[in-house]
């Protein structure tokens, strides 16, 4: 009897706590620092451009997606870069209400020009889209090295590992909060990229050049606010 009253407790604590993450409409962060190593000689790389990113999900299997908070780094001489903590911050009001973090955020994308690309996520399962999940978000790559490949046997190899970084930054090109202009590094490193592969006739994802960050006068003018970027 004891033992079914226990279980009975257990059913009604678990179900208040899943009830107050439900109703909550706030989410924080906690810092990110990590490294970026070459995947061969395992020595840090400098340079690299970073970008993590907390996506909002919402709509038919997710389909509808906005931007929580976006930043943007360069790893140091040791190969470190940091993202401070956040929050808490409101999921805004004019999204459907089912509008929530997955799992598996944040995603990491990290850019290192001319050399290699690559991106990370948690490495959680989405349980479902209508669920919270955890209020307080934290990264698993926190603490660790991440491999980078700076030699690939193949072109083909290497631009795969772009296409995986850019469909990682869908947001940049089809957001319409002026996402782009909170990660002016990799924009302009990833125009650089795709004119180079260009005039190289190599095969690869057309990533946008400088004209088609135009589409909303309200984000500012994308060649002003590049210009230090792609030269």
């Given amino acids: 009897m004891q033992s079914v009253r226990n ?11 899943i009830s107050l993450q439900a109703c909550s409409n706030t989410y924080s962060a906690k810092a990110i620092e990590a490294w970026v190593v070459d995947a061969d000689t395992k020595k840090p790389l400098e340079g690299v451009i970073v970008v993590a990113n907390w996506e909002l999900r919402y709509g038919l299997e997710g389909g509808g997606t906005y931007q929580l908070q976006v930043m943007e780094t360069v790893t140091d001489k040791s190969g470190k ?19 929530r973090l997955k799992n598996d955020d944040p995603g990491l994308s990290f850019f290192y020009p001319n050399y290699g690309a690559v991106a990370r996520a948690n490495d959680k399962p989405f349980k479902s889209l209508g669920g919270h999940g955890e209020s307080e978000r934290t990264s698993v790559w926190n603490g660790k090295k991440i491999e980078l490949k700076t030699r690939h046997a193949t072109v083909k190899e290497y631009v795969f590992d772009i296409e ?7 947001f ?18 990833l125009i650089k990229e795709n004119s180079r592969l260009k005039e190289a006739k190599v095969p690869h994802y057309q990533w ?9 006068s309200n984000c500012g003018s994308a060649t002003e606010i590049l210009k230090a970027f792609i030269q």
């Fill in 7 to 17: 279980l009975l407790k257990l059913i009604v604590i678990t179900g208040a706590v």
């Fill in 164 to 170: 995986g970084v850019v469909s990682n930054l869908h």
């Fill in 208 to 216: 946008p050049d400088l004209e088609s960050y135009g589409y909303d």
């Fill in 81 to 99: 870069f940091y993202f401070p903590a956040w929050g808490p911050k409101k999921i805004p009001e004019h999204l459907p209400s089912e509008a």
């Fill in 172 to 189: 940049i090109q089809a957001g319409r909060q002026c996402e782009w202009t909170l990660v002016p590094l990799m924009v302009g490193a």
